[in-house]
T-cell receptor, first 113, second 113 residues
Framework: GENVEQHPSTLSVQEGDSAVIKCTYSDSASNYFPWYKQELGKRPQLIIDIRSNVGEKKDQRIAVTLNKTAKHFSLHITETQPEDSAVYFCAASMDTGRRALTFGSGTRLQVQP | DGGITQSPKYLFRKEGQNVTLSCEQNLNHDAMYWYRQDPGQGLRLIYYSQIVNDFQKGDIAEGYSVSREKKESFPLTVTSAQKNPTAFYLC????????????FGSGTRLTVV
């Protein structure tokens, strides 16, 4: 089955700096890659996603890049703010067969004011 | 509550007892999922259902059971066979088409006493 690895497990940045979180996946059939943000005590919320026919997608301060050949994808947050502090999860799934998302282990991002 | 409701928020189970976690959605989503969240391990798939009266085991189904008698409801039973049930349980739903964005419930924290 699919296996998603996520790095780093913790990340501390200064306010205004950029943050990058990286994930690799094992199943070349996976074609959908979402990112979720989970604030303390709250439910995960979808922040951005990308499909395999696209190499990069941006939404204001966040962007996701995908390299299907290398089977890795990354989340980029620019101009970080204290409210970006949360746990971020990457995930992967495919259109056919098992469609349920396989999640990475999470990255705890701390933005220092 | 975002269209998907989990109850109760906190649940305490005695050794050898079965307990059932409720998950109800009014989003008209066909697919529903149960994940378990432990610190540092991300979200692990327990069971999922893509249509009424059908469900599949996830990666850690042992000691759990589910039913899907109605589109809106996907209850999870934690049986006495689950040796380490203390965790945070998240229910999610999504449409069956290509847009797989999950909507998560607010979770149930289960503790064995």
């Amino acid at each position: 089955g699919e296996n998603v690895e996520q790095h780093p497990s913790t990340l501390s940045v200064q306010e205004g700096d950029s943050a990058v979180i990286k994930c690799t996946y094992s199943d070349s059939a996976s074609n959908y890659f979402p990112w979720y943000k989970q604030e303390l005590g709250k439910r995960p919320q979808l922040i951005i996603d990308i499909r395999s026919n696209v190499g990069e997608k941006k939404d204001q301060r966040i962007a996701v890049t995908l390299n299907k050949t290398a089977k890795h994808f990354s989340l980029h947050i620019t101009e970080t703010q204290p409210e970006d502090s949360a746990v971020y999860f990457c995930a992967a799934s495919m259109d056919t067969g098992r469609r349920a998302l396989t999640f990475g282990s999470g990255t705890r991002l701390q933005v220092q004011p | 509550d975002g269209g998907i409701t989990q109850s109760p928020k906190y649940l305490f189970r005695k050794e050898g007892q079965n307990v059932t976690l409720s998950c109800e959605q009014n989003l008209n989503h066909d697919a529903m999922y149960w994940y378990r969240q432990d610190p540092g391990q991300g979200l692990r798939l327990i069971y999922y259902s893509q249509i009424v009266n059908d469900f599949q085991k996830g990666d850690i189904a042992e000691g759990y059971s589910v039913s899907r008698e109605k589109k809106e409801s996907f209850p999870l039973t934690v049986t006495s066979a689950q040796k380490n049930p203390t965790a945070f349980y998240l229910c999610a739903s999504s449409p069956r088409d290509r847009d797989y964005g999950y909507t998560f419930g607010s979770g149930t924290r289960l503790t064995v006493v």
